[in-house]
């Protein structure tokens, strides 16, 4: 027996899965789906994934979800860029990463990283010089986040 998790054109289930299933199954690579807390502040609210790394994400109007609910980060390789290849973002929306592997694929480059203490995979131009162990500045980019439900897996953002 099978079941059809969602329905629709290509590009709009690739931009709104509706869970972390559809979100890992649909890309290549899979989006990145990493766990993380909701942290509401003074300041806004931020995904926490743990004590060295937390990111102040956009805030959404209707958007009601409670302080400490544990979630699923979404965001596609694609929306990782390395040491300022999308210098606009803003500084809150940046992290230090140490680079744990090179995927050269020819006009592209697969690049699995750690950033404090969590693990992601971005994209980048594929003549670029990366090696295993250099230190990069990864920026987010929270314009095409994805957060799930941890509980549910389906997405509330």
């Known amino acids: 027996d099978g079941y059809i998790e ?3 054109e290509p590009i709009e289930i690739f931009q709104n899965p ?12 899979p989006m990145n789906l990493v766990p993380a807390k909701i942290a509401r502040t003074e300041t806004g609210t931020h995904l926490k994934f743990n004590p060295l790394l937390q990111i102040k994400i956009p805030e959404k109007p209707d958007w009601k979800v409670k302080d400490g609910t544990d979630v699923i980060m979404g965001l596609r390789t694609e929306d990782l860029s390395l040491d300022n290849e999308q210098s606009a973002l803003p500084e809150e929306w940046k992290a230090k990463g140490v680079v744990d592997v090179v995927e050269p694929l020819g006009s592209e480059t697969n690049v699995h990283m750690d950033l404090q203490g969590i693990k992601v995979v971005a994209k980048c131009e594929g003549r670029r010089h990366i090696a295993a162990g250099d230190k990069l500045e990864v ?15 389906l997405s509330i953002y």
């Open 6 to 8: 969602q329905v629709g």
């Open 139 to 153: 920026s987010l980019n929270l314009e095409h986040l994805h957060i799930f439900d941890a509980q549910t897996t």
């Open 18 to 29: 509706v869970n972390t299933f559809v979100a890992g199954f649909i890309g290549s690579p």
